[in-house]
C-alpha cells in the first residue's frame, strides 16, 4: 500500500522559510501530477499549490510569489519551499496524489 509522507514542518518566525518534502512509502509509485493542501484550525482544506505531470505550476493567490512547488525525479519526493511566511501560514500541510489516500501531513506554525 502505497502512502504519502510529509516532512520538513515545525516552529519559525514571520519572515523565514521553511522547506516541506513529500515522498511516496510501499510499493514504488511515481509522483507524477502532485499538490499541496494546507488546512489552518477551525478552517477548510485549501489548496496552495499545484505540479502537473509536464511541470506546469499553479498557486493560490494567497501564497503566489512566496512559495514554490517542485519535484526531483531522481528522488521521487516533491517539495513545498516556504518563503516570506506569515502567521497566517500557520496549518497543517498535505501533499496529494489524485490517487492516493491523504498523508498525516505536517505542522507548520509562524511565530509573529
Known amino acids: 500500500q502505497v502512502q504519502l509522507v510529509e516532512s520538513g514542518g515545525g516552529l519559525v518566525q514571520a519572515g523565514g522559510s521553511l522547506r516541506l518534502s513529500c515522498a511516496a512509502s510501499?510499493?514504488?509509485?511515481?509522483?507524477?501530477?502532485m499538490a499541496w493542501y494546507r488546512q489552518a484550525p477551525g478552517k477548510q482544506r485549501e489548496l496552495i499549490a499545484t505540479?502537473?505531470?509536464?511541470?506546469?505550476?499553479n498557486y493560490a493567490d494567497s501564497v503566489k510569489g512566496r512559495f514554490l512547488i517542485s519535484r526531483d525525479n531522481a528522488k521521487n519526493t516533491v517539495y513545498l519551499e516556504m518563503n516570506s511566511l506569515k502567521p497566517e501560514d500557520t496549518a497543517v500541510y498535505y501533499c496529494?496524489?489524485?490517487?492516493?489516500?491523504w498523508g498525516q501531513g505536517t505542522q507548520v506554525t509562524v511565530s509573529s
Open positions: 496529494k496524489h489524485p490517487w492516493l489516500n
Open positions: 510501499g510499493t514504488a509509485f511515481t509522483l507524477n501530477a
Open positions: 505540479l502537473t505531470g509536464g511541470g506546469n505550476t
